[in-house]
């Protein structure tokens, strides 16, 4: 397995770009995150996913948009990139359920800075 | 309402001291509970979790964790801090009366002076 694969791990993007930030896992997991991490900050949640064609606003999601056409991947969009939006980008899956094989699994991060 | 709370945004202690992170969370159910650290500009580890099993939780690097029902905590604690602990410490939930999401507290910086 290899767990949740993010890409790219570091962009710049010039004001008014877009850009897709892609997320991947392999364990099947049915609920899927993206989180925004600022320097010194915690996480705030972007959006996230409870399965394939469901997503929901998380606490900071303007400005982005995503998608969950399959289990698998959840992209992250960003439409017309501003420079309150550098910042690290992490993507998270999690089974729905307790259990001894609960867990949270991250993606390695996308660094992101706007110019 | 905040589900998970890191008590403390910042600790610091002498390389050698005991280490105290503290996290309280509110849930009618039993969640499940771990601890992650991030170092500087680096992803998050986990540290240890709790499912549901033994209360008290060992991870790597000598941390140790204890799920206490009555008192809603879910406490870090190490023996002897070393420098190389310093870093960004996160208590995340999975709460499963809100919808089963993962719920991160604020982070708490350790520092460690020699």
Known sequence: NAGVTQTPKFRILKIGQSMTLQCTQDMNHNYMYWYRQDPGMGLKLIYYSVGAGITDKGEVPNGYNVSRSTTEDFPLRLELAAPSQTSVYFCASTLPFAGENTEAFFGQGTRLTVV | ?114
């Open chain 2, 1 to 114: 309402a905040q589900s998970v709370t890191q008590l403390d945004s910042h600790v610091s202690v002498s390389e050698g001291t005991p280490v105290l992170l503290r996290c309280n969370y509110s849930s009618s159910y039993s969640p499940s509970l771990f601890w992650y650290v991030q170092h500087p500009n680096k992803g998050l580890q986990l540290l240890l979790k709790y499912t549901s099993a033994a209360t008290l939780v060992k991870g790597i690097n000598g941390f140790e964790a204890e799920f206490k029902k009555s008192e809603t905590s879910f406490h870090l604690t190490k023996p002897s801090a070393h420098m190389s602990d310093a870093a960004e410490y996160f208590c995340v939930v999975i709460l499963y009366n809100a919808g089963n999401m993962l719920t991160f507290g604020g982070g708490t910086r350790l520092m460690v002076k020699p």
